[in-house]
């Protein structure tokens, strides 16, 4: 049986004679972690001359990797703020942009002083932000839905092996709060809104879900949340949602349709590639010098 070095060694000797689709070294060190059940890097190094306890499974999600697979799929599992969130093909590969969201709520609330007693991750996916802002916000309410049962089975899962105590809900955007009376002090949403497939790189229309990403004109749940958002936020409210880099002017426009401007604030923030990706809309606190 071969040790792990000499399994590192031989993968990136074959990888190197490769006409496309290289890997780098952390990806087969994360090959060689799962294939070896070993908790991080370090316990990798400290058996790197150890034999490999199971070369199978690291050729099979060798494979995968070389078949174009997302190292993430591959492993079941995907970082998001500190989080190790499991996943699997049913539900999005937590993104930079995501986490960039989960943040900005936290900062918000803890800088103004918001209002968050009983939160909601509407589209939750994973559960990936529901999960965070409980571990930051351990004495909230915070409510995650969705609109489809395997996705809620996966976020089920994240939220039995993290312990976090957050609480699921099946249904298509608000209807689930509206249905069940719940009113709501912040309300976050990473909803489905490219609406040209074009856009979508073809790996992630080959692996990850469509109803997650593509919606047919980009503004449909956003218009849903605006219009109906007074059956379930409180008098005083916040809104945070990850929106596509083109659609500031639409949504805009949305905004002066739905809500009243002499008791509502919003901003557009840029995400760390420096595009626009965030919506945020406080109701009833006339906050100064938000920026």
Do not use: W
Request: glycine share 6%; net charge negative; hydrophobic share 35%.
């Amino acid at each position: 049986m071969a040790t792990n070095r000499e399994v590192f060694l031989d993968t990136k000797k074959n990888d190197s004679k490769r006409r496309s689709l290289h890997l780098n070294d952390t990806e087969i060190y994360e090959l060689l972690i799962n294939a070896n059940g070993f908790k991080d890097y370090t316990e990798l190094v400290s058996n790197f001359d150890a034999e490999i306890k199971n070369k199978p499974l690291y050729t099979r999600n060798l494979t995968r990797l070389y078949d174009g697979e997302p190292l993430q799929y591959v492993l079941g599992v995907a970082s998001f703020v500190g989080l190790d969130i499991k996943i699997n093909h049913n539900v999005l590969i937590p993104r930079p942009e995501t986490e960039g969201l989960a943040l900005l709520v936290k900062e918000y609330i803890v800088q103004y002083n918001l209002n968050h007693e009983t939160m909601a991750d509407v589209c939750t996916g994973s559960g990936c932000i529901a999960l965070y802002l409980k571990s930051q916000f351990k004495d909230s309410t915070i409510y995650a839905s969705d609109k489809y049962e395997d996705p809620l089975l996966v976020a089920k899962r994240n939220k039995e092996n993290l312990g976090l105590n957050i609480i699921l809900l099946k249904g298509s955007r608000l209807q689930p709060f509206e249905e069940k009376n719940i009113m709501i002090d912040v309300l976050v949403s990473n909803p489905p809104y490219v609406e040209k497939i074009k856009e979508i790189d073809d790996n992630v229309l080959r692996y990850e879900p469509l109803n997650a990403i593509y919606s047919l004109d980009g503004l449909h749940f956003y218009d849903s949340y605006f219009r109906h958002y007074k059956d379930v936020m409180g008098e005083k409210f916040f809104m945070a949602f990850e929106i596509n880099y083109d659609q500031k002017g639409k949504l805009t426009k949305l905004i002066k349709q739905y809500f009243d401007l002499n008791n509502t604030q919003y901003i557009f923030k840029r995400d760390i590639y420096g595009k626009e990706r965030y919506l945020l809309i406080f109701g009833g606190y006339h906050l100064e010098n938000l920026e």
